[in-house]
């Protein structure tokens, strides 16, 4: 795959608006900030949750949220996606018939943005997954990518208040999704990796977000070895990845990281020196 097959248009209509306000000085400021707006989902005549999202990929996100709560096997025959907006559902349609009513009672609500909610099984394969154990990560990769992800025009440059999630190979930045929420981005991947047959193996996972116990399970089962975060950690999230044997690197920002778990993998090819900071530009219009 090339560099950026899917990426982030903050241009994008409905995506973000722009509202009127006063800044520090009483002057009248316009900007640009993110919309979101729900989206039901069914799987077949099942509705399973209504999610908060910016509105883009309804499929993939659709299919992505199924994937990791369990609930759509990888080899599963999906018949159709229909997805309405005037009405903000989405519907996956399979051969195999589902019924969800008990996994629905065992409800779960995740520490993840726009409040993201997982189900009672969702670690049911959790032990029995075995991450690639031949996966490197190179540090010139983790500053590549860096680098190539913060200079990408995105919503998260543009207005603030979303998160991003790239699918990487090596240096190479893959697939770029967004949302409201982190869960909704990783589920976005996940979705998107389905439909277009994509291996995990020897992929990376780079987060905007913070590295929860959620977002480390979701990678687990995406089968993904491999997750760098600009963010920091949870102490279950840590723990979670220590089991799955998952390379967990957080905090990277200019020439620093710090692994938490998975240290066998890193190659020491970059000296940090020759690295520069990272500069506050790309990330101050966001915070505004």
Known sequence: MKE????????????????????????????????EKPLTLFLNSQEIVTMMTIGDYPDYLALGYLLNQNMLRADDEVTGIDYDEDLGVV???????TD?????????????????????DVMEK????????????????????????????????EAGAIHGCVLCEEDRPLVYMED???????????GYMWLHSISPRSKIFYTTGRLTSEMVIKTVQMQIPIVIS??????????????????????????????????ERLVFDADPATVPEESGKHHRKAAQ
């Open 4 to 35: 950026f097959t899917v990426t982030p248009d903050p241009k994008a209509p409905g995506l973000s608006e722009s509202l009127n306000g006063i800044d520090q000085n009483g002057a009248t400021i316009s900007l640009p900030v993110v919309a």
């Open 91 to 97: 519907v996956v349609r399979t051969t195999r018939k």
């Open 100 to 120: 969800f009513e008990e996994k629905l009672k065992k409800k779960t609500q995740t520490s993840g943005c726009a409040q993201g909610t997982a189900f009672g």
């Open 126 to 157: 959790f032990e029995d997954i075995v991450l690639d154990t031949e996966a490197v990560l190179k540090t010139s990769w983790i500053y590549g990518l860096s680098r190539k992800i913060n200079q990408q025009p995105s919503l998260y440059l």
């Open 180 to 190: 409201v929420g982190r869960h909704n981005a990783i589920d976005k991947i996940a």
């Open 230 to 263: 600009r963010s920091g950690f949870t102490a279950w999230g840590v723990d979670l990845a220590r089991q799955a044997n998952l390379t967990l690197i957080g905090r990277a920002k200019g020439k620093r990281f710090v692994c938490l778990s998975g240290a």
